[in-house]
């Protein structure tokens, strides 16, 4: 079976760019092992942790990481027969063999009310994350007042509207206009466009909550997430997804201390990865499952078309082009 | 009754001077209310925690807030009669008037074995504090390797013996090699001098944590702290107890971002106010006094005398001069 893979061809010097991916076909054998199946990839999700791990969880030479939806093809396993979708962890590939595993979702285990490409979104590692930061890592309350960094993206579209379910006042920031519109339109209570007010971070943190905030789901790092720290209640309980501020950057990250407001207004901030909670997955899932059913959870995606897109659509992703989750469709 | 207080003239500018202060006296009428008593200082704590306040818990013109031992000399309390001694809330003062509100501690609760002013120290906020962090925080486990920036400190030395007494390794920083002798004298599995390595903090935290760091005892904060979260194990849990780093800074502090070794190690870090802790004192005393009388515990002290001198010993104790707990005694 022909088919392409994109590598990472050198690692990257700061931001990606294009020259640092390259498309490469390859040969896979046909021929199955018991419990195997060979796929075509339908759409392929690009995702900040795909940055994070370079280096470590791949390197040059190596298939990019990241999750795919794809269509079985030819199977010797009984549970993902030919035709079933799934999504896979199989990186950013058109095509290929792959195993149990590697599977870490089945379409037909989501409503048919939403696309297929959720599972690489809302019921997938963004969904997932989302839930997992807000109900098991934050425990956030009814009447809380709740801020997403990055609120308009994959995960925070999703902890927005988790946050609404359980009673919460919902708040963030984000990095354009279309993107504060599109948040109000999924029900934040109040958003700002922190780039039109970063010499006045802290008046639009009070205008956006005047009672001060309870919890932070942290997508951002850095500075930013310096200052809300000052502006967090007692006992104030912080999510630390990710650091997306300080991806890119080449040299060590400088910020104001966090340590003053951790220790005067007692806060917890816990660091978490998605792959600790495996066993919280079903939990996550019947609830995602259960809210989308009674039409309080939508999915919200940006796609690109073309497997020679994804490098673009990941570039576009990390510079904040995508309103909701980034999925490249093949 | 003729007494001298210790106010604060202006508000400190940076590093507290000698001049920022001011002996006043005061007269205090001797006659009682139900539940008063009057009282003489025998000993006057100085802690970090008072520069940090400074501007909130107290302003110009107020006394300076602190702990002291006193010795009750007239009483109109039942449980707190002539001759009994206390520590007491009363800020820096060499007597005054008093209720049972303004008591931390009763010095018959501790054993005949340590010295009076240990209930400023082991059996005061700082060994309250020590117990807080290890034991409810960061619920230190046998086996693990433990760390304490501010080892021969007040709080660190406390929390050093508590390490031990629950099969840690216990390592540490300090900021002279008279400090790191004496920590090793007092059973740390391995300290260093940071002044001395600061230009290979790296190698000095590999060197006495092999293994890496389970548990963080943060009295410090800033850029050591940043670098000591990069060298924690999966789930480490932090202490964040202070930032005497940043205490006498006039501009924001920056330090090299926290966010990128809380999200990849999954650490939580939690912020500790004693206050919160009033309900576990009981708790923590028994287990102190238990240890004390078992002769795992010991109390260690740097004495200044004398009650003008109060201002320096604050200042000599934030520059780091004591080794063990600073008092005054008068």
């Known amino acids: ?23 490469v076909d390859e040969d896979v054998a046909e ?31 190596d298939t990019v990481i990241g999750t795919a ?17 799934l999504v896979l962890h199989c990186g950013w590939r058109n095509g290929g063999k ?23 979104g809302l019921y997938g590692i963004a969904g997932l994350t989302a839930w997992v930061g807000w109900i098991l890592v934050c425990k956030i309350k009814e009447g809380e007042t709740i801020f997403i960094s ?15 379910i359980k009673g919460c006042t919902v708040v963030g920031s984000c990095g354009t206009d279309e993107k504060v519109k599109f948040c109000k339109n999924i029900g934040y209570d109040a958003v700002f466009n922190y780039k039109k007010e970063s010499e006045s971070l802290d008046a639009a943190i009070k205008r956006v909550a005047p009672k001060g905030i309870d919890c932070y789901f942290d997508n951002v790092g850095g500075s930013f997430s310096s200052t809300i720290l000052r502006h967090m209640n007692a006992g104030g309980r912080v999510g630390v997804c990710g ?10 990250v400088l910020a104001p201390i966090v340590q003053f407001p951790i220790v005067t207004s007692e806060l917890m901030l816990k660091g978490f990865l998605l792959r600790s909670y495996v066993s919280n997955y079903k939990e996550a ?18 796609v690109t078309k073309g497997f020679e897109n994804v490098p673009d659509a990941f570039i576009d992703m990390l510079r904040g082009g995508n309103v909701g989750k980034a999925v490249v469709r093949l």
Not at 6 to 20: E, R, T, W
Not at 69 to 85: A, D, I, M, Y
């Open 150 to 164: 990055g609120a308009a993206g994959a995960v925070g579209n999703v902890a927005a509207q988790i946050g609404k």
């Open 285 to 302: 899932y019947e609830d995602l499952k259960k809210w989308t059913i009674e039409g309080k959870m939508k999915c919200h995606e940006k």
């Open 98 to 120: 792959a195993k149990e595993s590697d599977v870490l979702f089945v379409r037909d285990d989501m409503p048919a009310s939403v696309p297929e490409s959720a599972g690489l």
């Open 31 to 61: 021929d199955l092992q018991n419990g195997e199946f060979l796929y075509e990839s339908l759409a392929i999700s690009v995702d900040p942790y795909i940055r994070a791990y370079a280096g470590a969880a791949y390197k040059p030479g």
């Open 69 to 85: 939806l794809v269509r079985v093809t030819k199977s010797k396993n009984e549970q993902f027969q030919k035709g079933k979708l």
């Open 243 to 252: 650091s997306i501020s300080a991806y890119n950057e080449t040299t060590p």
């Open 1 to 23: 079976m022909k088919c392409k893979k994109i590598i990472l061809k050198q690692m990257y010097n700061g931001f990606p760019k294009k020259s640092d991916f390259e498309i």
